[in-house]
T-cell receptor, first 112, second 112 residues
Framework: NAGVTQTPKFQVLKTGQSMTLQCAQDMNHEYMSWYRQDPGMGLRLIHYSVGAGITDQGEVPNGYNVSRSTTEDFPLRLLSAAPSQTSVYFC???????????FGPGTRLTVL | GESVGLHLPTLSVQEGDNSIINCAYSNSASDYFIWYKQESGKGPQFIIDIRSNMDKRQGQRVTVLLNKTVKHLSLQIAATQPGDSAVYFCADLNNQGGKLIFGQGTELSVKP
């Protein structure tokens, strides 16, 4: 199993540009989440999904959209990038509520 | 709102000593807690978890203690090694298992 994969690893955007961060898992996990991590801080939940077709907001959802059309994929969209969205983004998945959550390697995003 | 926080942002210990990392949570309805380790440039890695119907759980060199009365969680690492140097996060599962919320993190530094 590849586990949780994220692309790209690094990205630089200009303010106002849009882009999609990709996340995929091959473990048939129902739960998937997106977090952002700013320097010296913990992980903050952006959006999460408990199954295909179901998404919900986390702690810091503004400026981000998600969809979950398949079990495997959970893309994160930035509609109009802002410098405040400069961060490291982690995708994660787990089988169900009370199971170990696996993290991807992260995407380092810089918005100029 | 809810918060999962840590008492100390940094902890420095001598190699071979035991380490104790603390965490406080505010939601009395939280029923699942997880400890993660994050090394520089990597995604968080699961260490150990505990359900709210337990007070203690042991793993390999690690023990998690849960005190529901004072809403306190701790991670004990026995015979701390240089490879244990990392940032440690506690996380709390709430909202009926959907949201996994992370605390700020404690940076553990092991002196040889």
């Amino acid at each position: 199993n590849a586990g949780v994969t994220q692309t790209p690893k690094f990205q630089v955007l200009k303010t106002g540009q849009s882009m999609t961060l990709q996340c995929a898992q091959d473990m048939n996990h129902e739960y998937m989440s997106w977090y952002r991590q700013d320097p010296g801080m913990g992980l903050r939940l952006i959006h999460y999904s408990v199954g295909a077709g179901i998404t919900d907001q986390g702690e810091v959802p503004n400026g981000y959209n998600v969809s979950r059309s398949t079990t495997e994929d959970f893309p994160l969209r930035l509609l109009s990038a802002a410098p405040s969205q400069t961060s490291v983004y982690f995708c994660a998945s787990r089988e169900s509520s009370y199971n170990e959550q696996f993290f991807g390697p992260g995407t380092r995003l810089t918005v100029l | 709102g809810e918060s999962v926080g840590l008492h100390l942002p940094t902890l420095s210990v001598q190699e071979g000593d035991n380490s104790i990392i603390n965490c406080a949570y505010s939601n009395s309805a939280s029923d699942y807690f997880i400890w993660y380790k994050q090394e520089s440039g990597k995604g968080p890695q699961f260490i150990i978890d505990i359900r709210s119907n337990m007070d203690k759980r042991q793993g390999q060199r690690v023990t998690v203690l849960l005190n529901k009365t004072v809403k306190h969680l701790s991670l004990q690492i026995a015979a701390t090694q240089p490879g244990d140097s990392a940032v440690y996060f506690c996380a709390d599962l709430n909202n009926q298992g959907g949201k996994l919320i992370f605390g700020q993190g404690t940076e553990l530094s092991v002196k040889p």
